[in-house]
């Protein structure tokens, strides 16, 4: 079939039509008016040959008058890829052979560098893509524009955004030209722009037919002719929201902070990992006394702080518990939503946000006994904790007589069952937090005395890290190497660790390395991720980065003993100027001080001891997982970690067939593996809190636009004028007058877009939102004002660019 008519197009029909004309058929199918058209199907495609009789039949049953000509290629306008703009549209064509020099331009366009480079960017197999051609009947509209079901910017969910133009919707998406935006929701509007209150209110309405329909978040484009009707030339999924929040019973508003960040880990969790992390995060929080409700979204660890914030007695403490793991950004999202209504404390607030009981009462007692004692006596706190982490690396391992998939189970599931529950955990967290506090409290205690970055230098070469003792024993391993110098350095990493599993790799004391540390990973704190003994792949790019190090004194070795001595120094040094200047406060601070040198570096202990149960756990399920490969019941033994628990036990009990399950849910862990920023905070109704706060006030070095994506970006700008001659290295600001899809492909290595026209919904911030840079559009003469090199900081949340000084003189001859 190389030409169908759209009304006869299906959802169903993606591969033989494209994204594009698929999303037209089911909007004509759902009752919507479209243009009438065809299209000139993947198959003609796949031909190489335009089919002329059949194109110019039914060119000729739409009344042979003008006509746009768009692409619509199977890899497009899918959930998390829109390709706003990187194939080509060519509009007003008029005659037959216009109409086919238009189809071959738009088959033409799907290898161009643009949707190349978007297509290498979103992990899409050039080779897999098809191009079908939508023609449709030409609308000739007095306003067009887009309209978002869900804000786009800020990811609220219950706000419709809209960009307008008189004439040509072209205007709006490809950012040449000022736009009317709107902002609908529950407030009536009043007529303003080239939008009447009647036209807004009828693209709402059409807004929320068209995601009821779709079941997602929908980016429309539509025209409004002469004669006041509307006409909707293409519903896509919106590609760059962040997942909302899960429909939740409690009361609305409620605010999830993210906590996986906590852990260097910004990427997805797999299923089996976050079935067990929420358990186990929820259970250490409740040892301190705190109840947080961890929530999955978008793969990542959510952690439930309303009731918190609406309790009277933990809102006051709330954001300066967040300084210690979560850090300014948290800091500032919260004070944010502590200063909004919607979370004022309420009577019941202090009961669901966990008001102190008995079982409360005893972790502080715990929590005060443990911290004192390790204070008073470090060396014999840090003995315990190792003593208990020893215990708990030996009681981790499986027992002998596990013979069956169902013994293996039971025994994951009462590993599950029993996190955290051993007294022994007191012996390695209360050393932890005593630390933690031993380094935090001095910076109080000692303002207009010492200032952050002496404290910071006093807390450098930390002593006791196990982090710090690994990095140091692989550099042992890279300075031990000898003869196998050569080998390491000229052979990638991964055939090294391939040699090293086949035992054909020389011994350079890998194995015994694996022994100690190979529990250890990349996103450890996941079962889905596999472990360094594993596959010790990133264990060998390491040792060869050691090995290029050619000054000695640059070693990790040399650097840690450094900034252990600075250390030293600093502190007597500051400890006899506190004392001097603040006896009281002084004293205390100084003492402090070497208690944190002697116990914060503990905090990576507690991780690395909560490893060894995960590693036997991982080991475990991939032998489930194997045993159900072998039954038919997996297509591979690593899709266990697709499933929860709870699944495997119907799958090995009850022999359901949950297949489709695993696919499903590797293709969103794909999909989500590809963004490249999580928000700090979301809100229920899906707002991205980040996004909304007010704005830093501006001074003389601060241009202001408008906000198109949000992120914080410091770096060098190059401002562009032609992106056919750009040359944009990692890390530049891209500066520009205006973008168009033609520019899509510098973002690749671009920290930042600035721009002086645009609009939110152009293709230009559109991509760079799904590319995960900022972007701040609209901001007057910025190619003027700012100049190549000069050192930049955009704000896409503020819709900010501060300019730091003058242009740098060894950056300003850069090609």
Not at 266 to 281: A, C, E, F, H, Y
Request: glycine fraction near 10%; include cysteine; hydrophobic fraction near 45%.
């Amino acid at each position: 079939m190389h030409v169908i008519a759209l009304s006869e197009v299906t959802a169903q029909m993606t591969a033989l039509v494209g994204g594009k004309a698929a999303g037209l058929g089911e909007l004509i199918r759902h009752g919507e008016r479209v243009p009438d058209g065809f299209c000139v199907t993947t198959e003609a495609h796949r031909l190489g040959v335009v089919p002329t009789a059949e194109v110019v039949a039914a060119y000729q049953r739409l009344g042979a008058g003008p006509v746009a000509v768009r692409s619509s290629a199977t890899a497009e306008d899918l959930p998390d890829a829109s390709f706003a703009g990187q194939q080509d549209t060519v509009l007003d064509v008029t005659g037959t052979a216009e109409l086919i020099a238009a189809i071959e331009k738009c088959w033409a366009s799907l290898h161009g560098d643009r949707a190349t480079a978007y297509r290498d960017a979103h992990g899409i197999d050039h080779q897999t893509v098809r191009m079908a051609v939508v023609v449709q009947r030409m609308v000739t509209p007095t306003v067009a524009g887009v309209l978002f079901t869900a804000n786009p910017l800020t990811g609220r969910r219950d706000e419709m955004a809209v960009d307008a133009a008189a004439g040509l919707g072209t205007t709006v998406v490809d950012g040449a030209a000022a736009v009317d935006h709107y902002i609908l929701d529950d407030v009536t509007r009043t007529e303003a722009g080239c939008l009447t209150a009647t036209q807004l209110a009828r693209l709402r309405a059409t807004g929320e037919r068209l995601q009821a329909h779709f079941g997602c978040p929908q980016d429309v484009e539509w025209a409004i002719d002469a004669d006041d009707v509307l006409w909707l030339l293409q519903s896509r999924p919106i590609t760059s929201l962040f997942p909302a929040p899960p429909l939740s019973e409690k009361p609305l508003p409620r605010v999830y902070l993210e906590f996986g960040h906590v852990q260097g880990m910004l990427q997805p969790v797999t299923p089996m990992g976050m079935s067990t992390l929420r358990t186990q995060i929820a259970a250490m929080l409740a040892a301190l006394g705190v109840r947080v409700e961890i929530v999955d979204i978008g793969g990542r660890l959510y952690g439930d702080l309303t009731d918190l914030a609406r309790d009277r007695s933990s809102r006051k403490r709330l954001v300066k518990l967040l300084a210690v793991d979560f850090g300014p950004r948290a800091q500032a999202v919260m004070q944010h939503v502590l200063a909004d209504p919607r979370f004022a404390p309420t009577s019941g607030g202090a009961r669901r946000g966990g008001a102190p009981g008995a079982a409360s009462l005893r972790t502080a007692r715990r929590a005060v006994v443990g911290i004192l004692r390790a204070l008073a006596r470090p060396e014999a706190a840090r003995t315990r904790m190792f003593e208990a982490i020893e215990q708990l690396r030996v009681g981790s391992a499986a027992p002998a007589d596990l013979r069956t998939t169902a013994d293996r189970l039971r025994f994951v599931q009462a590993q599950d069952d029993d996190a955290n529950a051993d007294d022994s955990a007191d012996a390695i967290m209360w050393p932890i937090v005593a630390g933690m506090l031993a380094a935090a409290l001095p910076t109080a205690l000692l303002k207009g005395v010492a200032g952050p970055d002496e404290i910071h230098t006093v807390l450098g070469g930390m002593p006791h890290n196990v982090t710090i003792e690994m990095d140091l024993a692989l550099w042992r391993l890279a300075q031990g190497v000898g003869e196998h110098r050569q080998l390491l350095l000229d052979t990638p990493p991964a055939e090294l660790a391939a040699r090293h599993l086949r035992g054909t790799l020389p011994d350079i004391g890998m194995a015994a390395f694996l022994d100690v540390y190979g529990h250890r990973g990349v996103a450890e704190v996941d079962l889905g991720v596999p472990r360094w003994a594993e596959d010790p792949t990133p264990v060998f790019a390491a040792v060869a980065n050691y090995l290029r190090v050619s000054d000695p004194q640059q070693g990790p070795d040399q650097r840690f003993r450094r900034a252990a001595s600075a250390a030293e120094t600093a502190l007597e040094e500051l400890a006899t100027r506190a004392r001097r200047r603040r006896p009281v406060r002084g004293t205390i601070a100084g003492f402090l001080l070497r208690r944190a040198r002697s116990l914060a570096g503990l905090r990576e202990a507690g991780k690395f001891a909560g490893l060894y149960p995960l590693r036997e756990t991982r080991r475990q399920l991939l032998l489930i997982g194997a045993d159900l490969h072998a039954r038919g019941s997996l297509d591979q033994p690593d899709d266990i970690m697709f499933l929860t628990l709870d699944e495997v036990h119907t799958v090995v009990h009850q022999g359901v067939d949950l297949r489709g399950t695993v696919t499903a849910r590797r293709a969103v862990h794909r999909r989500e593996l590809r963004r490249r920023t999580v928000p700090v905070a979301l809100l229920s109704d899906g707002t991205d809190v980040e996004t909304v706060l007010p704005p830093a006030s501006s001074g003389d070095a601060t241009l202001a636009g408008v906000g198109a994506s949000a992120g914080r970006v410091t770096g060098p700008a190059r401002v562009v004028h032609d992106p056919g001659t750009a040359h944009v290295e990692p890390g530049d600001v891209l500066v520009a007058a205006t973008t168009d899809p033609g520019w899509t492909p510098l973002f690749l290595t671009a920290a930042a877009l600035v721009t002086e026209t645009g609009a939110i919904m152009a293709h230009g911030p559109t991509v760079a939102r799904e590319y995960g840079i900022p972007a701040v559009i609209c901001v007057p003469d910025a190619t003027r004002t700012i100049t190549t090199g000069q050192l930049v900081t955009v704000d896409g949340g503020a819709g900010t660019v501060t300019l730091h000084g003058p242009s740098a003189p060894e950056q300003e001859g850069r090609p």
